[in-house]
């Protein structure tokens, strides 16, 4: 029987906003949340546009450790006889663990090496496919085994994502996730260089289309150049909603561990909450967008134009992440006056439909109809966004404020661009 370490409890207390951190080995903790509501900060109540990693990859954990204390040294009166050396100190033993820690040490290692081969079986059978949106689902699965030399190559994220494209050559899905395999050092031609190029070709219209090449563009020329082509576009698409519907699917091959059952939630709020986090790992980096529109030259009025036009882009589709980094980019640029209230309104819109999707969620792992009304909408609608108001709507929940509401006082719960004046 599956049991769930404590660990995997915390990382996936969060998974139904598109704010998640790079998928891990124990991602698949996302299977054992207590509750789906949300206990990370969504991205639009985090300084979006800096910091976002390039590619998702296996955090490292280090133990915190705490320096001994500082010992003051009494003074040596200037009498003394001459101080003679003193031998040093044999080191301090180091204590033993306890018994209990030793135990639960030993059951975590357990639990991961069952929930692992639970992965590995699920890629095992999805390896066979294909079905293309499987396949991407089947290398985001394995994206923690990038580095474990013991897996075959054939089920590790390269190989099942160029068995996704073969049967799949114009899934715009397909070359988004591919865009985020890591160069290997010192390579000739890089896969990722290659799939930013067809995801372009394929979906040019979607500006998100463009950020990966941005992000890894060198020559400030050829990123200004990016940019302008990123301001023609006329939607916005991240690929979350799809990434997390391809993962939801593929988990539905296997049954959900009993013991994640037991835990009070049932099996679509389970898988929910894993694809949610996992499948919504893959997320663009922002950083360099932010810095170059963020720091924009006022009296550059393309500049400005082709950012505020990307900006209104994020804002209308994507996830709330991508909406953050929109409001955050026009935040910043537009003056002050009638604009930036309009902002400031839409911000409050934002949060509050942010606010009440958290309470609605809070309550799928005990309605499991209204789970699967949220991945129905999810299906129908595609963005975060869009799904969320859909949600709202369904359950006869206003989508706008009313007067006098204003957002919990969350940390960075307005983009900071909005605290002062714009340019």
């Not at 509750?35 to 979006?48: D, G, S």
């Not at 006329?234 to 009993?258: C, E, H, K, M, T």
């Not at 030259?297 to 882009?313: H, M, R, W, Y």
């Not at 129908?380 to 359950?395: I, K, N, W």
């Amino acid at each position: 029987m599956l049991r769930l370490p404590a660990l995997l409890l915390l990382l996936i207390a969060s998974p139904l906003f598109a704010d998640t951190d790079p998928p891990a080995g124990s991602a698949p903790e996302a299977l054992a949340a207590e509750t789906p509501a949300p206990a990370q900060t969504p991205a639009a109540e985090a300084p979006p546009a800096a910091g976002d990693t390039a590619t998702p990859a296996p955090p490292e954990t280090t133990p915190m450790e705490t320096p001994p204390p500082a010992v003051d040294t009494p003074a040596v009166p200037t009498d003394a006889a001459p101080l003679q050396p003193v031998p040093p100190a044999e080191p301090p033993a180091p204590a033993a663990p306890s018994a209990a820690a030793a135990s639960a040490a030993q059951a975590q290692a357990e639990e991961q090496r069952v929930f692992d081969q639970y992965r590995h079986d699920l890629i095992s059978l999805l390896a066979l496919r294909t079905d293309a949106d499987l396949l991407v689902a089947a290398a985001e699965l394995a994206y923690a085994d990038a580095k474990q030399p013991g897996r075959p190559a054939a089920l590790k994220s390269e190989a099942l994502l160029k068995r996704a494209q073969k049967f799949a050559p114009d899934s715009a899905l397909v070359w988004w996730v591919s865009s985020f395999v890591p160069c290997a050092p010192g390579a000739t031609s890089c896969a990722s260089a290659d799939a930013s190029a067809k995801l372009q070709q394929l979906d040019g219209d979607n500006a998100a289309a463009w950020l990966p090449a941005l992000h890894a563009q060198k020559d400030p020329a050829k990123a200004r150049a990016l940019l302008a082509s990123m301001a023609q576009a006329s939607r916005f698409n991240d690929f979350w909603g799809a990434s997390v519907l391809a993962v939801y699917a593929a988990l539905q091959i296997l049954p959900v561990p009993a013991d994640v059952l037991s835990h009070g939630l049932n099996a679509t709020a389970a898988r929910l909450n894993f694809a949610s986090s996992l499948g919504g790992s893959f997320m663009p980096n922002y950083q360099r967008l932010g810095e170059t529109c963020s720091g924009a030259d006022p009296t550059d009025s393309a500049l400005v134009g082709d950012c505020i036009a990307i900006a209104q882009a994020l804002e209308k589709g994507g996830t709330f992440r991508s909406q953050a980094v929109g409001f955050s980019i026009e935040g910043a640029l537009l003056p002050p006056g009638t604009a930036r209230d309009v902002l400031r309104a839409r911000l409050r819109a934002n949060a509050w439909q942010k606010e009440k999707f958290r309470e609605l969620s809070a309550r799928f792992p005990r309605e499991e109809g209204l789970a699967q009304i949220y991945v129905d909408l999810l299906r129908e609608h595609g963005t975060e966004p869009a799904s969320v108001t859909a949600l709202l709507r369904a359950q006869h929940v206003a989508t706008e404020p009313p007067q006098g509401w204003q957002p919990p006082d969350r940390s960075g719960s307005v983009p900071d661009a909005l605290a002062h004046p714009g340019h």
